[in-house]
């Protein structure tokens, strides 16, 4: 099994930055692929950023291009998202996902692992 642990959520003002973490214990060594995706107040859970196992390969939502950056850092088994310029829109609870697969990915069914999540709050 995998576990998987997101820290670094709060409250923050519109136009400011927060970077949350996901870290990864466990058989971490299965561990290839990492995405995150957040669940927005009375919506589905959406895709927000995708890293290849080597960290060469990155796929954005749209809504977030530009603004976030994923990246991570495998010697800790943790990845990261820097989110910038954040919009009362990216209030959600930010999920952190594995994957056995060594692509990036956007596909949710193709993660494997799931975290609790982060609360992310933005005001206007």
């Known amino acids: 099994q995998v576990q998987l642990v997101e820290s670094g959520g709060g409250l923050v003002q519109a136009g400011g930055s927060l970077r949350v973490s996901c870290a990864a214990s466990?058989?971490?060594?299965?561990?290839?692929?990492l995405g995150w995706f957040r669940r927005a107040p009375g919506k589905d859970r959406e895709f927000v950023a995708a890293i290849s196992r080597s960290g060469v390969t990155t796929y954005y939502a749209d809504s977030v291009k530009g603004r976030f950056t994923i990246s991570r850092d495998n010697a800790k088994n943790t990845v990261y998202l820097q989110m910038n310029s954040l919009k009362p829109a990216d209030t959600a609870v930010y999920l952190c996902?594995?994957?056995?697969?060594?692509?990036?990915?956007?596909?949710?069914?193709?993660?494997?692992?799931w975290g609790q999540g982060t609360q992310v709050a933005v005001s206007s």
């Open positions: 996902a594995a994957s056995s697969l060594t692509s990036a990915t956007t596909v949710s069914e193709r993660y494997d692992y």
């Open positions: 466990g058989r971490s060594f299965s561990v290839n692929a």
